[in-house]
């Protein structure tokens, strides 16, 4: 079975500082990893994806996250902060490739202070 | 361009009326899911379709229904909505389940009285 941990319901930086957002996983078999951003009342929008081909995988608005199979970890980072990254980010994993049985963590709120 | 699309955004309904959220989609996708997510909690699966084969979560309540009559458009059915139930609902559609990814729809926030 599969599950997501996320340090941190909710992290503050202060604009043009490191975002770290922490995710750890399990899964008992190769898992596919995500990343989403959900506005306020919107729905969630994909930055990135792990699919066991490169471990540092690019997304969009300048997000990156690393794959590291010994920590169990997929933490997503970006090198400065933006007013407009604030928002809620969800690590999400899935069963290899099925994505029906995607397990998405409880979700990190992003706040950046001016 | 909006390529899954929820109407409406924000319904209110009666405790106990019958409510319907309806999703729409123009990416041909063969998989529309249907998350029930409350209020600073992760999205939680209800159920899929797969083409017109329906995938019930073992956990979702009997209370919730749904249906798919094209590939198109997806309904989420509440047949008696308790206070319980107000949430956000979200609409997602993926090509396929496997070696994909899903788009998600805007929402609908669902208020009970």
């Known amino acids: 079975a599969q599950s997501v941990t996320q340090l941190g319901s909710h992290v503050s930086v202060s604009e043009g500082a490191l975002v770290l957002l922490r995710c750890n996983y399990s899964s008992s078999v190769p898992p596919y990893l995500f990343w989403y951003v959900q506005y306020p009342n919107q729905g969630l929008q994909l930055l990135l994806k792990y699919t066991s081909a490169a471990t540092l995988v690019k997304g969009i608005n300048g997000f990156e996250a690393e794959f590291k199979k010994s920590e169990t970890s997929f933490h997503l980072t970006k090198p400065s902060a933006h007013m407009s990254d604030a928002a809620e980010y969800f690590c999400a994993v899935s069963a290899g490739t099925s994505y029906d049985k995607v397990i998405f963590g409880p979700g990190t709120s992003l706040s950046v202070i001016p | 361009d909006a390529m899954v699309i929820q109407n409406p955004r924000y319904q209110v309904t009666q405790f106990g009326k019958p409510v319907t959220l309806s999703c729409s989609q123009t990416?041909?996708?063969?998989?529309m899911y249907w998350y029930q997510q409350k209020s600073s909690q992760a999205p939680k699966l209800l159920f899929h379709?797969?083409?017109?084969?329906?995938?019930n979560e073992a956990d979702t309540p009997d209370n919730f229904q749904s249906r798919r009559p094209n590939t198109s458009f997806c309904f989420l059915d509440i047949r008696s909505p308790g206070l319980g139930d107000a949430a956000m609902y979200l609409c997602?559609?993926?090509?396929?389940?496997?070696?994909?990814?899903?788009?998600f729809g805007q929402g609908t926030r669902l208020t009970v009285v």
């Open positions: 990416l041909n996708h063969n998989v």
């Open positions: 379709y797969y083409d017109k084969d329906f995938n």
């Open positions: 997602a559609t993926s090509r396929d389940l496997v070696n994909t990814e899903a788009f």
